[in-house]
């Protein structure tokens, strides 16, 4: 079955590997709704693109990802077949200095949002007997770093979640997976190279070669392109018996 004319909600998509993901999909006939911060006018730019090059409806909706009530209104308005979990923030700290804002706001967008937006979706796609959705994890779902208490609690939550609604769906049509990626060059791994170098007493080069690709044996960056196209392939039919896994993509890392 082609996935030409359903419709995606990409969460934390106005970059990175969720602006992958939205044109990933688009480019195979899915109209996308896009979401996250950003200058308006570089969402925009984003999001028109779209449209223009691959001839699908895009939109766009801010909802907060820390605020259940906009979550769940954007998935009622959007009412996707095709659900992409994927808004994500970092912080890099030793345990006894995390800030507990920090620990929130971390635990609320990596992992909370994921659960209240598929609380809202998965109604939606019962009624309609076909779903699929796909949560962003990490290889920190599988694995630890030093520093990063809040990031790998979340994701290793998020692949518990994503098993428990893989269970709960198993017989509606629905598929629910995670992907881990290992890492990848996006903002959200740019904007943590200094609190890394703080943290760890390294140079910016000791922070690239020495912490984020020492443990990915092929050191290169996984691309967002990489990630996209595992996506799409989970959504279509040839991958409609794989549910509750979460699949790595890390360059070797958790091998």
Known sequence: MSLKGK??????????????????????????????????????KERSSIEADFGVTAGYDGADMTKHEQI??????????????NAGIQ??????????????AVIAINLSSAFYAMRAAIPIMKARKWGRIVCTASAHSKTASPFKSAYVSAKHGLAGLVKTAALETATDGITVNAISPGYVWTPLVE???????????????????????????????VTSEQVAALAVYLCGDDAKAITGANLSIDGGWTA
């Open 7 to 44: 419709t995606a909600l990409v969460t934390g998509s106005t970059s990175g590997i969720g602006l992958a993901y939205a044109r990933a999909l688009a480019a195979v006939g899915v109209n996308v709704v896009i979401n996250g911060f950003g200058k308006p006018e570089d969402i925009e």
């Open 72 to 85: 769940a209104a954007m998935v009622e308005a959007a009412a996707p077949d095709i659900l992409i979990c």
């Open 91 to 104: 912080h890099v700290s030793p345990i006894e200095e995390f800030p507990p804002e920090k620990w929130e």
């Open 191 to 221: 904007h943590q190279i200094p609190d890394t170098m703080k943290a760890r007493n390294m140079t910016r080069e000791q922070v690239l070669h020495d912490v984020l690709l020492a443990g990915q044996p092929t050191k290169e960056f």
